[in-house]
């Protein structure tokens, strides 16, 4: 088998806000494949394996970078060089499920990292109103729209570093030009 997950020959139009996980193949791709591309865009999807695997998660053939737009998705490895799409801010950390289902747990780098509304080239792309439970989308929790056919009623976990040790790295700081900006 050639996609595990999801394969799309000669596809067209968008796909949005799915969680294509842990599937398999013997070639092509484990969990998603495309080919022969038509204007298609993808964002918002979890598209991951945990398993190792010589097969990639994640595999476009005979496409061009002026159609295959790939975008604010959850992704298990970035693009090759070599490959023919045009490619950006998608998230290349594990998802975190909560244990025995695809609900994104509360740290997981997939909430509030999706997109609600985009206009590409007079198109207008959206997010779904509700998610695969028909729950609203967004969470009104935090009106950030989640990666995954899950929205969790968790808010986007920001990280906050340390102000201990920032403190302490900025005490090691000299300023060098005395125009009191640290450099």
């Known amino acids: 088998n ?3 997950g999801v394969v799309c020959l000669t596809p067209r139009g968008s796909i949005f806000n799915n969680t294509i996980v842990d599937n398999s193949a013997d070639n092509g791709a484990d969990n998603f494949g495309v080919a022969w591309i038509d204007k298609l865009y993808i964002y918002n999807n979890i598209i991951w394996s945990d398993r190792f695997s010589a097969v990639p998660d994640f595999i476009a053939w005979e496409t ?3 159609y295959l737009h790939i975008f604010n998705n959850l992704l298990k490895e970035p693009f090759s060089p070599g490959d023919d799409v045009t490619a950006f801010d998608n998230v290349f950390n594990p998802p975190s499920f909560q244990t025995g289902s695809y609900n ?3 740290y997981s780098p997939g909430i509030g990292q999706g997109i609600d509304t985009l206009t590409v080239k007079g198109m207008l792309l ?3 109103v509700s998610d695969y439970n028909g729950n609203p989308r967004p969470d009104p929790g935090d009106n ?3 990666m995954g056919a899950i929205e969790s009623p968790f808010e986007a976990y920001v990280y906050i ?3 201990a040790f920032l403190n302490a790295l900025i005490d090691q700081a000299v300023d060098t030009s005395e125009d009191g900006l640290i450099s």
């Open 64 to 66: 061009d970078s002026r």
């Open 144 to 146: 950030l729209v989640d």
């Open 161 to 163: 570093p340390d102000t």
């Open 104 to 106: 994104l747990d509360i």
């Open 2 to 4: 050639a996609g595990g």
């Open 126 to 128: 959206a997010a779904p």
